[in-house]
């Protein structure tokens, strides 16, 4: 079994070619380069913060290549066909969320669409709401998918080679969906709006606006209640 080299603060630094005062700023949720992608990757020893070789390669690995882009064309022209049997491909490794079915005057009939992680998860866990999943995402034009999202879905499955490679696949190889940035017009719409920073779905959801979305699915309480925010009820 290859090991798991253990990386410092500094040595993170040396790898990445930046100081350590920017990979802290990446760390802190008060600093306006604060990425939240890298920082959930920080591990503690003590009073020391430490990284694995294998999380930092791959946070590098995907931002490579088409890991974020804008320019639609580059999506596949089977992105339905591929997005389709996607489905399930998580069953019985994750906890399939449990959404509730919302009334709701909100009805999404096209244009491109942002998934929250709940809908990809239902999706992907072939939980009971996936055909709601389904009927929504068949009306986009375009699925949009936040990258800090892959990111955070990849890094929970790294351990398991087999979930992990079919999820890479699916998320990042068959160019199934358009992946927005998380950057600093993202920060700047959270404070604009004055919205909770340290919840993922808010952070999720200003990503998708960012990348152009014309709408979020998700099922956060908290996004759907927001007068003149553009979200469908899962």
């Known amino acids: 079994m290859e090991k798991n080299i253990i990386l410092t603060l500094i040595e993170v630094a040396e790898k990445l070619r930046v100081s350590k005062h920017t990979i ?3 760390m802190s949720p008060s600093s306006p380069n604060h990425r939240p ?4 990757m920080a591990r503690h020893a003590g009073r020391k913060t430490i990284f694995l070789d294998n999380d930092i390669d791959t ?7 088409t890991t974020y882009y ?3 064309s580059e999506v596949s022209a089977y992105w339905r066909e591929k997005f389709i049997k996607g489905r399930g491909l998580l069953k019985g490794f994750v906890k399939a969320p449990e959404i509730k079915n919302v009334e709701s005057n909100v009805f999404f009939t096209a244009g491109k669409l942002g998934l929250d992680l709940d809908a990809l998860l239902v999706w992907l866990t072939d939980a009971p709401a996936a055909d709601r999943i389904f009927q929504t995402v068949n009306r986009a034009e375009y699925v949009i998918l936040p990258i800090i999202l892959s990111h955070f879905l990849l890094s929970k499955s790294q351990k398991n080679t087999v979930f992990y490679l079919k999820l890479k696949d699916f998320l990042l190889v068959q ?3 358009v992946q927005a940035p998380f950057n600093e017009a993202v920060l700047q719409m959270i404070i604009d709006h ?5 919840d993922f779905s808010v952070q999720l959801y200003c990503s998708c606006i960012v990348g152009k979305s014309d709408y979020f699915l998700t099922a956060n309480n908290y996004l759907l ?3 003149g925010f553009n979200t469908v009820p899962i």
Request: glycine share 4%; charged share 25%; net charge negative.
């Open 24 to 26: 802290q700023a990446w």
């Open 37 to 40: 992608d890298f920082a959930a």
């Open 59 to 65: 946070w590098l690995e995907q931002r490579k290549g």
């Open 70 to 72: 804008e320019d639609y």
């Open 175 to 177: 160019n199934i969906f």
């Open 194 to 198: 004055n919205l909770p920073a340290n």
């Open 225 to 227: 209640e927001q007068n």
